[in-house]
């Protein structure tokens, strides 16, 4: 069974930082890789997609990364602002159902 | 382009009764699945809905059961409510469903059960 892990569970960093979340997963054989962004009590908000042929994505102050092979991903964000708190969440896409982490709760301190 | 749209957005049941949420997907997504959110176990997956057919199921008793109309919007039911099916239930639209598409959620109906 898919298992997905994000570390570090929780992030407290002073605003215009840059960070990197981790995210990991037990089996390569996935067909794409979403990361995701939570406000409490809210839904989910796709932030980026990942094929898994592909090495990363960008949009904005986001960039993902994917290496399939060894199971892992990386959300990086440049410049952090208060804004960007949230929970940030990965999640792997198996061709059946989406296995989700559960999360990096980001505090970003003005 | 409208959102993914899930009512009610809160409900209030008693243990044992039944009740029904509802998802409207993007227009044009054929794809509608159901996950559940709880502090312990996280997300996880409920059923796909495509073409008004299950694809494919999580490991929920069947007390948790769906149905997709011709239309694409997606019920769930959940019958004899336990306290522990307490829950953000989100559901996700993707035009296909399957390997290469990105899902869009919705707000989520939060769930108690008193």
């Known amino acids: 069974k898919q298992e997905v892990t994000q570390i570090p569970a929780a992030l407290s960093v002073p605003e215009g930082e840059n960070l990197v979340l981790n995210c990991s997963f037990t089996?390569?054989?996935?067909?794409?890789l979403q990361w995701f962004r939570q406000d409490p009590g809210k839904g989910l908000t796709s932030l980026l997609l990942?094929?898994?042929?592909?090495r990363e994505q960008t949009s904005g102050r986001l960039n993902a990364s994917l290496d399939k092979s060894s199971g892992r991903s990386t959300l990086y964000i440049a410049a952090s602002q208060p804004g960007d708190s949230a929970t940030y969440l990965c999640?792997?896409?198996?061709?059946?159902?989406?296995?989700f982490g559960t999360g990096t709760s980001l505090t970003v301190i003005p | 382009k409208a959102g993914v749209t899930q009512t009610p957005r809160y409900l209030i049941k008693t243990r044992g009764q039944q009740v029904t949420l509802s998802c409207s997907p993007i227009s044009g997504h054929r794809s509608v699945s159901w996950y559940q959110q709880t502090p312990g176990q996280g997300l996880q997956f409920l059923f796909e809905y495509f073409s008004e057919t299950q694809r494919n199921k999580g490991n929920f008793p069947g007390r948790f059961s769906g149905r997709q109309f011709s239309n694409s919007r997606s019920e769930m039911n959940v019958s004899t409510l336990e306290l522990g099916d307490s829950a953000l239930y989100l559901c996700?639209?993707?035009?296909?469903?399957?390997?290469?598409?990105?899902?869009?959620f919705g707000q989520g109906t939060r769930l108690t059960v008193v």
């Open positions: 999640a792997v896409n198996t061709g059946n159902q989406f296995y």
């Open positions: 996700a639209s993707s035009p296909q469903g399957g390997e290469l598409t990105e899902a869009f």
């Open positions: 990942i094929q898994s042929s592909q």
């Open positions: 089996d390569s054989a996935i067909y794409n």
